[in-house]
Nanobody
Framework: VQLQASGGGFVQAGGCLRLSCAISGGTFSMYVMGWFRQAPGKEREFVATISRSGRSAYHAASVKGRFTISRDNAKNTVYLQMNSLKPEDTAVYYC???????????????????WGQGTQVTVSS
């Protein structure tokens, strides 16, 4: 399965962006989807995950209340709406797919089956 992320950019603190990730080559509804991010010099960290149906989602504490993950199974696309952005949100954002049935409250990089190519988000102060 291939993932193509888009929607990153440059924004001032307090602004918003929406990331998209389109999947191809697989059955989208069979994948638990997620977003990770990686800042320079830091490890890749979990941001959010959403169940196959889209009815359940979890967000990391650092983004809870500001970011929202969603998916459209008809469009084979997962989204990350990012509001009230902060400079510390600056990172390369990656979408991720795991072929499993149950959603967990987090995702591990070692469990991810497929990664998107990453999209840069830069938040200025």
């Amino acid at each position: 399965v291939q993932l193509q992320a888009s929607g990153g950019g440059f924004v001032q603190a307090g602004g918003c962006l929406r990331l998209s990730c389109a999947i191809s080559g697989g059955t989208f509804s069979m994948y638990v989807m997620g977003w990770f991010r990686q800042a320079p010099g830091k490890e890749r960290e979990f941001v959010a995950t959403i169940s196959r149906s889209g009815r359940s989602a979890y967000h990391a504490a650092s983004v809870k209340g500001r970011f929202t993950i969603s998916r459209d199974n008809a469009k084979n696309t997962v989204y990350l709406q990012m509001n009230s952005l902060k400079p510390e949100d600056t990172a390369v954002y990656y979408c991720a797919a795991e072929a499993r049935s149950d959603i967990w409250s987090s995702m591990k990089t070692s469990d991810v089956d497929s990664w998107g190519q990453g999209t840069q988000v830069t938040v200025s102060s």
